[in-house]
């Protein structure tokens, strides 16, 4: 599970500039503690004044997103991290203090209905959809996407067996996510299906007839390369099978059009550009047209047609409900409902113009200021193929990062040799961008 031939779309970042004059002085923090040392100024980073900062300036004078980033707790850390954990969303601590004071406070069991306990799964589930195309009542929100991706495809494997018992092969993304691939794994041994690796790019001409399902991700999470979602879920479907999408990259980054695309299944987290917070609940997409066929591995008492008549049989509930399994984490749920206010007034167009534009600039800025052959984009320079980061290959990548932290910018490190940068249009401007470029050439130098 290489993802390699996700390099040869990526960027040959040459360098153009001159060698600084002198180095930057040495950082006090501890490496990787996040401890960092904001507000590094042009001549700690060793770089003279470029024509990128005046330009950064002005895309962050016509930014209409600009303003969001006061919807946010942040300081003078330049965090490019946010496909790993969002930030913190300001709505959400005062919203939190309320649920535990009054709703769980005050109204301790009467909150299960009196303060909507019971359907924020759906409820917030509805939230998601409009982020990511799909018309209410086709997600729920609950359970970590690992469960998430079990439940889609073991529940996709058994619809594409009512259609033809022969179906016993489960493809998948050969460089996703690791969870995705050993959740596969174990979904293929529980319904006697095979799994076959393949490329995301390959999954068109790999399915056939004896395909079950197909479970790919949107953007890969080390490259940051976009998959072709329209294109797969339709090659999929002509051959008779079904397909799983992991959004965990791409929600709350760019458009997905999950119902435009006629998508089976898909499952994603609310902690990268969703903001949900740390192990905030995941989702479950399940097409209405899927909806009565969808046969839980974990038909749990929330996904029964009367969870409170406690019978013994199940009989499932319509809809996306069908998806819940057991009790909510309503703490984690409520915060996420309060951190997707923020998208109230957001459009995700005018988020992915501005991740395209913040990630094109980054690459510029890299190019300009990193010194010559030390660092290789992974990332596709083609804007159709680009998610919301950019992944550079460096060979010391675990050092350069360590410091990068400690002088103020977080990204993070993937083994065994890539710098990865997430850029989250709602908070990140052009000036940081500039500025984080600015220090991962200074750092590179002296490395
Ligand atoms: C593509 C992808 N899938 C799944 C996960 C994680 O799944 P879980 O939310 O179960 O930890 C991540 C990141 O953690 C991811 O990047
Ligand atoms: N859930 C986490 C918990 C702790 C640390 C990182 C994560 C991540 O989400 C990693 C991310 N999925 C990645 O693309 O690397």
Redesign the pocket.
Known sequence: MTGAGAESAGVELTGTRPAPAESAPAESAPAGTGAAEPGLTEDETGLPPAALTDEAARLDAADRLRAKRDAFTLDDVIYLDG???GALPRAVPPRLAEVVAREWGQLRIRSWEESGWWTAPERIGDRVGRLVGAAPGQVVVGDSTSVNVFKAVVAAVRMAQERGAHRDQILVDEAT?PTDGYIAESAARMTGCTLRPVAAGDVPSAVGSRTAVALVNHVD?RTGRLHDLPGTTAAVHAAGALVVWDL??SAGALPVGLDAHGVDLAVG?T??YLNGGPGAPAYLYVARAHQPGFDSPLPGWNSHADPFGMASAYTPADGAVRGRVGTPDILSMLALEAALEVWDDVTIEDVRAKSLALTDFFLRCVEDYAPAGRVRSLTPAAHTERGSQVALRCADAGEVMAELVRRGVVG?F?RPDVLRFGFTPLYTGFAEVERAARVLAAVLKEG
């Open positions: 496909n790993s954990l996510f999470y965990c990259h987290c902690y990268k993070d993937r």
